[in-house]
């Protein structure tokens, strides 16, 4: 997924780790996705739709 989002952006992603399997996704310390709400591995399509609605939220 780290490379997909540098390919699509040009953004880097970095790991933050965390605990107990939480997988969440965060652009400028906003939660855009969470697996706690989910249960599962997101896509690549579904953290690009979150990106693109993070970027016309600005």
């Known amino acids: 997924?780290?490379?997909a989002i540098k390919k699509k952006y040009g953004l880097t992603a970095?790991?933050?780790e965390g605990a107990g399997g939480i997988f969440e996704v965060s652009i400028d310390d906003s939660v855009v996705y969470s697996n706690q709400t989910t249960y599962r591995f997101p896509t690549d399509e579904e953290i690009f739709e979150k990106i693109e609605a993070a970027k016309k939220a600005r």
């Open 1 to 3: 997924m780290q490379e």
């Open 14 to 16: 970095t790991l933050r």
